[in-house]
């Protein structure tokens, strides 16, 4: 791992490349086995979605529910971190990897923490009493991670409940053109240092106005390697992909 912080990683010159939970198009998505392909793949970093489980523990999983990506069905918020535990997370996708299980925060952070830049998507709305910002504040102390991460939503409460809990950390506003005014203008309040727009939404006019306006950029989701060069070259300062190999030497080939 080259970089010692996200902030220096991002200021590197470099394009960095972000696997989209994991490597999505190689392994299934948001699982160990996911960030592994991604690391081998040479991705600077791996963007990943958290939500709370019934008691509490953030578990890495995209949708509100099991059904789509385990051998389970039910929504993750009434579910235990015992419960979901027990359930397949790789034989959807391959039998290669079946006995995947769904990883907690904890567990990603323990096997990547020091060799990935991370990127943690938190969906989660509050339930059961817990609160996953708060959760979130304090797995990342725990594991001393607040310089090597990058929190996005599309949530202005749960940003605003971390911009306190962790005054300094990265934040990225996560957005793309559809945004109700509801989400979009409470985050744009909010102090944040990058922008997440959905790759489409960027040119030479948006890269002008983030530039002067001192925002890192990092778009998704970039599968294309025309367009992930003519991103590099509009300087955004990374490209979250679903296939980290190719886009990597797309961007190598320049
Ligand atoms: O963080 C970028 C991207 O992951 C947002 O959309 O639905 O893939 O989590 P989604
Ligand atoms: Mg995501």
Redesign the pocket.
Same mark, same amino acid.
């Given at each position: 791992m080259p970089y010692a912080t996200i902030t220096e990683a991002l200021n590197s010159g470099q394009t960095l490349v972000f696997g989209?939970?994991g490597a999505l198009a190689q392994a299934p998505m948001n699982t160990l086995a996911a960030f592994d392909c991604a690391l081998q793949q040479g991705a600077d970093g791996i @963007?990943?979605?958290v939500q709370l489980s019934k008691d509490g523990h953030l578990v890495v999983i995209?949708d509100t529910t099991v059904d789509a990506t385990t051998d389970g069905r039910g929504h993750v918020a009434e579910l235990t971190l015992a419960e979901l535990k027990q359930l397949d997370a790789g034989a959807w996708f391959s039998a290669d990897y079946k006995g995947e299980r769904i990883p907690t925060l904890d567990d990603v952070f323990d096997a990547f923490g020091d060799k990935l830049l991370i990127n943690v @998507?938190i969906k989660s709305s509050p339930a059961w009493g817990y609160r996953a910002d708060k959760v979130l504040a304090e797995c990342v102390r725990r594991h001393g991670m607040s310089e090597r991460l990058i929190v996005s939503s599309f949530d202005p409460a749960l940003m605003g409940g971390l911009r306190q809990m962790m005054p300094t950390a990265m934040l990225g506003f996560l957005y793309q053109p559809d945004m109700p005014a509801s989400h979009y203008l409470p985050l744009k309040r909010l102090w944040h240092q990058a922008r997440h727009p959905r790759q489409d939404m960027v040119d030479q006019g948006y890269m002008n106005w983030a530039r002067a306006q001192r925002y890192f950029v990092n778009v998704w989701t970039v599968n294309d390697g025309a367009r992930a060069l003519e991103l590099s070259r509009l300087g955004v300062n990374a490209i979250i992909t679903d296939e980290p190999a190719a886009i990597i030497g797309a961007l190598e080939k320049c």
């Open positions: 989209h939970r @963007e990943l979605d995209h @998507e």
